[in-house]
């Protein structure tokens, strides 16, 4: 059984098509997005239509949850400045992409054919913004884990792809397939991207379990012709962004 898991497109449909053709290849059993699927990118209708499409089962991320709130963007940890992409993304889509954001899951639990369980959700099973790294003392993981029946878990949110043991349980990051970070989120320091898309192929086969963490390259310049044309607030930091690479 093959999953492939993509997150946080942020509306970068350029990235999306790159990672939806390399998985075209991959013979999967099931696409799962692991949410953050419109906000800041010039693209979010294309989004959601080839979300649509691949009958994705989508879980909600902390933006989608603040282009259904907007007014409330800080409860959702977004940086005040990102406010007005989000108005932005919100008024390039239909009452039924709303809806559609509207029916995201919380999380969602997949039980592999020799009986393992695997939990995906955006930030942590508990809540969309916690923000699980390399880093992260292992209590706060066992808070997060140790009680679960799952014994392998899959989230995004940090931007960083990332494979983790943590005792018997096995706690991935697919990656970010629109904003790559190159160092993971502080406040107060704009995120600089890396110029390709991230995500992850989790397979059981047999005795196997297997994680493929790929990297798609993806071309920079339709991206930011897209951005150019979009008229969307954040133009600026995108243009910054994939210099020198
Ligand atoms: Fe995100």
Redesign the pocket.
């Known amino acids: 059984m093959r999953i492939g898991f993509i997150s ?1 497109i ?1 509306g970068n449909f350029t990235a999306l098509q790159a990672v939806l053709s390399d998985i075209k290849q991959q013979k999967l059993d099931l696409l799962v997005c692991l949410g ?1 699927t419109i906000s800041l990118g010039p693209q979010p209708k294309e989004v959601l239509n080839a979300l649509r499409e691949w009958n994705a089962v989508t879980i909600m ?1 902390n ?1 989608d949850q603040a282009i259904l709130e907007p007014e409330k963007a800080a409860e959702f940890e977004i940086t005040e400045h990102l406010i007005p992409d989000l108005y932005w993304g919100r008024d390039h889509i239909s009452l039924e992409d709303l809806n559609f954001i509207k029916s995201f899951k919380a999380t969602h639990s997949i039980q592999f054919p020799n009986g393992i369980e695997l939990l995906a959700f955006h930030g942590s099973p508990e809540s969309t913004t916690h923000l699980i790294q390399a880093i992260t003392p292992t209590d706060i993981l066992d808070h997060y884990f140790a009680e679960r029946s799952a014994s392998v878990f899959i989230g ?2 940090s ?1 960083i792809q990332l494979h983790r043991r943590l005792g018997k349980k096995l706690i991935l990051n697919s990656g ?1 397939v629109g ?1 790559a970070f190159e160092y993971v989120f502080s406040p107060g320091n704009p995120p600089k991207l890396l110029p390709w898309a991230e995500y992850t192929i989790v397979e059981q086969d047999n005795d196997s379990l297997r994680t493929d963490m790929r990297r798609i390259y993806f071309d920079t310049k339709t991206l930011i012709e897209s951005v150019k044309a979009s008229g969307l607030p954040g133009t600026d930091w995108w243009l910054q962004q994939y210099q020198n690479k």
């Open positions: 946080d942020h953050d991320g933006h995004g949110h931007h970010s904003n």
